[in-house]
């Protein structure tokens, strides 16, 4: 069965009025193979899969260690999703690194925000296989785009 992972690194810096403060993901802590403690793995859709682990990669931008979607591929509509429990932000600019490791039907990921459960969020997904970066809505478990680059 093909398997579908990226990589992810996390930067969010908070716009607080005048003063901005930079908080930055990193998983340079957790042991690979475990999943970072405050990070919760869900998912949209029916199915299996959803495995996130920290594995080493030296090539990554900001340290060794990141955070991996391990699982095979899912069944059509089947979203991979993880997100942090601390802290929440708010007026946020993102910077995020994103890499495809492997997937012969889908290889997307990206940052989500807003999100009150695995059903209810929104994403910027960057998509390598369609060579796209759309942005989704989705409610109620169903993704709808609202926006791609011109």
């Known amino acids: 069965m093909p398997r579908r ?3 992810l690194t996390m930067v969010a810096l908070v716009l607080l009025g005048a003063n901005a403060v930079e908080h ?3 998983f340079e802590d957790t042991a690979v193979g475990e999943r970072p403690r405050g990070w ?8 299996t899969g959803s495995v996130w682990k920290v594995t080493e990669d030296l090539t990554a931008p900001a340290g060794s260690k990141v955070l991996t979607q391990l699982s095979s591929e899912g069944p059509n509509r089947f979203f991979n999703v993880c997100t942090s429990d601390q802290p929440v932000l708010a007026d946020v ?3 995020v690194s994103v890499k495809a490791l492997t ?3 889908d290889q997307g990921g990206g940052p989500i925000w807003r999100f009150r459960d695995a ?4 994403i910027c997904r960057l998509n390598p296989l369609e060579q796209d970066f759309r942005l989704f809505h989705v409610v109620d478990g169903v993704r709808t785009m609202i926006g791609e680059p011109a």
């Not at 919760?40 to 199915?47: F, L």
């Open 5 to 7: 992972a990226w990589e």
């Open 24 to 26: 930055r993901w990193t």
């Open 40 to 47: 919760t793995a869900s998912q949209t859709g029916e199915g």
């Open 93 to 95: 600019d993102i910077v």
């Open 103 to 105: 997937g012969k039907l």
């Open 119 to 122: 059903k209810n969020y929104y």
